[in-house]
C-alpha cells in the first residue's frame, strides 16, 4: 500500500476529538471523590469510566484507520526527526489502549456495575478481586502519567516546529 502524503479529515476528526475527550477526561480523574473500601461509583466515576470507555473505542477505530490508511512522515524532516516522530505516535496509540484498559480492569476487579453516561450497563471484564485490584490501580495511574508525559514531548514538538522551525508540520494536522 501506497502511503499518503497528508491525513485526511477522518484522522484528523480523530485526532482532535481524543484531544477534547482528554482534555476533560484527566480534571475528572483528579476531581473526582477519592476511592475508599466498599464504596460505590458517584457521578463523577460513571462520567470518568464512562468518557474512557469513548475513549478507548476512538483509539481502537483511529489505530485500524491509522493501519489501512498509512500516512508518511514530512519528507523535509531529517532522519532522525522522522524516526522520533513515528516513536512518539505509536507510543501515543499504545499509552491510550493502555490506561483506557487498566482504567476498565480496575473498575471491574472492584465489582462494580457500571453504566454508560447513566444510560446502559457497561460489561465488566472479570470477577470481583481485590488483590488484582490495588495492582492495577497502580497501572492506570502509571500509564496515565506516561500518557502525560509523551503528549507533553508530542505538544513541545509541534509547537517547536510551529515557532521555532516555522515549517508545514502544524499544518499537516489542521483542518483544510
Ligand atoms: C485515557 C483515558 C483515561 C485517563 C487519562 C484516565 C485518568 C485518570 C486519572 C487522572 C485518575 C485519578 C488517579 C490519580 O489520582 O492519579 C484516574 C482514576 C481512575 N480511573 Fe481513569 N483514566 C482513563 C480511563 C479510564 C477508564 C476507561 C476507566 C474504566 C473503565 C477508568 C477508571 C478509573 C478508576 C476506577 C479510577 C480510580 C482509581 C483511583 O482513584 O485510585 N479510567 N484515571
Ligand atoms: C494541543 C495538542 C496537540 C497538538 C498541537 C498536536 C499536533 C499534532 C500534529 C501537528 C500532528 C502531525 C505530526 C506529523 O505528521 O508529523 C499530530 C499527530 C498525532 N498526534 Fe497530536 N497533537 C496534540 C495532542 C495530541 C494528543 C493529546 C494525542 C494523544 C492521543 C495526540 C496523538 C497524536 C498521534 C497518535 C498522531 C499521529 C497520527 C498518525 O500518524 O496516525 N496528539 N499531532
Redesign the pocket.
Known sequence: MTDRLQYGTT?KVF?WL??AL?FVQYPIGWLMPDLHRDMKPGVGMTLHISFGIVILALIVLRLVW?LTHP?A??SSLPPWQRVA?EGV?WL??AL?LATTITGWLFASFRGWSISLFFMMPLPMLSADNPTAGKTIDGWHQAMEWSLLVV?GI??AA?LAHLFIYRDR??Q??LPG
Do not use: G, K, Q, S
Open positions: 484522522a485526532h481524543i484531544v482528554l491509522r500516512v512522515p514530512e516522530t505516535h501515543l496509540y491510550v503528549i508530542h505538544v509541534a508540520i502544524m499537516r494536522m
